[in-house]
């Protein structure tokens, strides 16, 4: 099983911060790597696929990097609205696996 | 519209059996895999396992091998999540999702909230 290691587990930023989330793979993994966006009491929600595909209708604050073992989320222009919990999600092999996520507080 | 409707929140008692269920709409329910996903209060996301209702192929976290069976019925585009012997750590949120092979989830579920309690 394919084990990802988020860091940092928890960040308290300032609106208009830039944010960098890292997700590590225990293996290579080349591109399957996506990230989700969770808002409290709300079902997660796709940011980026393939370590650097935007999604339609996602703010273009949000990147992705990457690709082996090291991702990369980006937030760009932090909004007070990106409060959140954010996770990695790899597809490369089953079974499929989650990071332990990382939660944004904005101060 | 692609949907994916959970049944309602259940509170059930320790030993007690449970089935869960995740109507999809708006898709070719059989083209697609089919997963579950566990959130326990304040935690991360566990991915549990999936189906393929086309031919009813389906895979397990090791984690979740023997403790839960996942299953669908494709004539009614259903996915099921099932206890046999609920424990009081099955509390949790689960969430269905849906999924292409090798790729992202796409699609989730709005949750459905167990509770196990004596």
């Known amino acids: 099983e394919i084990v990802l290691t988020q860091s940092p587990d928890f960040q308290s930023v300032t609106p208009k911060e830039k944010v960098t989330i890292t997700c590590r793979a225990s293996q290579s993994i080349g591109s399957s790597l996506h990230w989700y966006q969770q808002k409290p009491d709300q079902s997660p929600k796709l940011l980026i696929r393939?370590?650097?595909q935007s999604i339609s209708g996602v703010p273009s604050r949000f990147s992705g990097s990457g690709s082996g073992t090291d991702f990369t989320l980006t937030i760009n222009s932090l909004d007070a609205e990106d409060a959140a919990a954010y996770f990695c999600y790899q597809s490369y092999s089953l079974p499929y696996t989650f990071g332990q996520g990382t939660k944004l507080e904005i101060k | 519209e692609v949907q994916l409707v959970q049944s309602g929140a259940e509170v059930k008692k320790p030993g007690e059996s449970l089935k869960i269920s995740c109507i999809g709409s708006?898709?070719?329910?059989?083209?697609?895999?089919i997963g579950w996903v566990r959130q326990m209060a304040g935690k991360g996301l566990e991915w549990m396992g999936i189906v393929y209702p086309g031919d009813s192929e389906i895979t397990y976290s090791p984690s979740f091998q023997g403790q839960v069976i996942i299953s669908a019925d494709k004539s009614i585009n259903t996915a099921y999540l099932q206890w046999n012997s609920l424990k009081a750590s099955d509390t949790a949120m689960y969430y269905c999702m849906r999924s292409v092979a090798g790729s992202t989830i796409d699609y989730w579920g709005q949750g459905s909230l167990v509770t196990v309690s004596s």
């Open positions: 708006g898709f070719t329910f059989s083209n697609y895999w």
């Open positions: 393939y370590a650097s």
